[in-house]
């Protein structure tokens, strides 16, 4: 599957939402031909995870950025990059355990049950790929997923 595509899916779908909060929502991809193999619908949500993970937690009137890029000829980097206070460095792998919230990021308003980015954790590593988070500078969390791309020749 190709993963702009699906990314670009994932980013029309969480618009509405991302409007509500005032939050701009915007998809940076350097090629628009990056395959992967895997079930497009695991991977949607693992995606979906992350971005209106981002969109929930960040500033209003902030970005939140979709970027798709390689690392070469090996992977599919997918990060989503948010404008929230971001996350002590402590706490980093923590976001990815099931029912885990980190209080300083966490307004109780908004709910959340601290399950998608673990849903996420999951789904990526059943397709041989990785997820971790680091803060942005100055601020932010930055959600990176990595994939193993596949070899041009194979089809979905």
Known sequence: MNI???????????AFEAQRRAVTLRTYV?????????DANLLYSAIENAVRNGIKYTDSHAEVGVRVTTDGAKHVRICVCDARPGVPDSELENIFRPFYCVDQARDHSIGGTGLGLA????????????????????KGLVVEMLLPLTDPSVSD
């Open 30 to 38: 350097s090629d628009s031909d990056l395959r992967v193999l895997g």
């Open 119 to 138: 849903i996420a954790h999951r789904i990526l590593r059943l397709h041989h790929g990785t997820i971790r988070a680091k803060n942005g500078s100055p």
């Open 4 to 14: 702009p595509d699906l990314v670009a899916e994932v980013v029309q779908n969480a």
